[in-house]
């Protein structure tokens, strides 16, 4: 696949907005995407058959910028993920960032993405900190500021890059547009998650900014919630001791194994020692895993991932497909 080089950048920005249900929110998020320092964008909205007058609202905004500067397109109607997927299948090369139908964008998150990304050479995540605040954007606290390295080891078994704040360069985001199809065909779990592991095994530079970039939106009908609390985090280590999280691992391994060209030999290594972990019993599995060295963010998360895989919640009973 042909991709773009440093030489041939520019520093227009496709913003891909995933929409559904969005009418009471989506008008303050697009107003923040007007007020951007960073004038150079273009933004795609993808809706997933809204009944509640979020497509007015995106047509309404539409109508007041130049024309073609905002596109509305149908989602595929498969959920939050696979309309991102999907947002990717057909985003133009050059720089993307993903963007929630509820936040708020602070008037420079554009800009600051754009200055982190401009001095590297090659493919570049970038993603920040939030502000997380109340239904009416009353701030509650900042997000977590994660410790450890970025990598691959983390990436397999975490998702701290997030969505709502990461923007790619446009070589990242052509190697996630080749990678994107495995994706939709394995239902991965989620778009923030399945695209740091891509960018971390394929060996971009991974940029976290410790300032926040956005309010991120708490409501009833938020995707995903706030991490930072002690409740919070309590309840993410349950799910690891759950059995949905060793099918989720499953499944964004299978859509890692598909483009596993796409990823630094190393990481094909680490990849493979994965995909095996997963379908051996608990105390291998935990032993595998440990060789690799994976790990989460914190040592209560590593040690609720490692337990998990001890008791056998990670395993997959299905046959396991002979690695390449």
Known sequence: MDRPTSSARDDTVTILLASHQGAAFIGAQLQSIA????????????????????????????????????????????????????????????????CDQDDVWFPDKLARACRALAPHDGPVHYAARTIITDDGLTPVAESRHFPRPLGFRNALVQAIMAGNTSVFNAEAAAILRCCVGPAQDHDVQSHDWWAYQVTAGAGAVLLHDKRPALFYRQHGRSEMGRNDTVRAMSQRIAMLLAGNYGGWLAANHAALDAVRSELLPENRRILDSFGAALHQAGPVAALTLARIGLYRQTRAGTAAFYGAALMGRLRQCGPRRLMR
């Open 35 to 98: 007020d951007q320092t960073h004038g150079n964008w273009r933004l795609i909205v993808s809706d997933d058959g809204s009944k509640d007058g979020t497509r007015d609202i995106v047509a309404g905004f539409a109508a007041s910028r130049p024309a073609g500067q905002v596109q509305l397109i149908d989602g595929p109607r498969r959920g939050a993920t696979q309309n991102f997927l999907h947002l990717l299948s057909v985003a133009p090369d050059g720089i993307i960032a993903f």
